[in-house]
Structures are given as C-alpha cells and as structure tokens.
C-alpha cells in the first residue's frame, strides 16, 4: 500500500513562489499516475496537475504557464513548482497516486497566498 507525504506549502505573498514536495513509498512508484489536487475553503477538490508513468503532463487552466509537476522516481517524490502565486491558488493541496484501481491520498499540505 502507497504512502504518501506532503510538505513544502506555507504563506507566500502574491507573485511568490512554493515548490510542494510529495514523498511516496512502494516498489513500483514510476508506474503511478501521480496528481495534485487543491481544496479551497467551501469550494469543491479540483485536479491542479498530474504526471504519467511516461512523463507526460497535464494542467488545469488556471495554472497554466505558471505551475510545473515533475518527478524523480529514483527518490520516489513528485513536486509541485508554482510560481507567480495568486490569492485565488490558496487551498489545501493533496497529492495522489493511481496505479490501476488503486488510488491514494496524502494528508494535504495548506498553501496560503496573502499580502
């Protein structure tokens, strides 16, 4: 069974930036589709990113040009990068893994995009 391990987010102001880290676990981590999703208050969870076993990336619109996801599966980590920060990019960000019917979840990390 996968874990997983958020960090990295924090209070930025805008235009800033915060690199989220999600630290997995398990043999076969690089065959995992992994994703980002955000939550913001009252609002429901929305898919941000996600990277493929093949590397291939898809965004959500509204961070386009501004956020990247990548991986590094020998450290079995997927990142966040997201620059250009804005208030409305404040949430609790959650990363997951899917391999087949399998899905997980981390715990979540706050990101908090405020003056």
């Known amino acids: 069974q996968a874990q997983l391990v958020e960090s990295g987010g924090g209070l930025v102001q805008p235009g800033g930036s915060l690199r989220l880290s999600c630290a997995g676990s398990?043999?076969?981590?690089?065959?995992?589709?992994m994703a980002w999703y955000r939550q913001a208050s009252g609002k429901q969870r929305e898919l941000v990113a996600l990277?493929?076993?093949?590397?291939?990336?898809n965004y959500a619109e509204s961070v386009k040009g501004r956020f990247t996801i990548f991986r590094d599966n020998a450290k079995k980590t997927v990142y966040l990068q997201m620059n250009s920060l804005k208030p409305e990019d404040t949430g609790d960000y959650y990363c997951?893994?899917?391999?087949?019917?399998?899905?997980?979840w981390g715990q979540g990390t706050q990101v908090t995009v405020s003056s």
């Open positions: 997951n893994s899917v391999f087949g019917a399998e899905s997980f």
């Open positions: 398990g043999s076969i981590f690089s065959r995992y589709t």
């Open positions: 990277i493929t076993s093949s590397h291939n990336t």
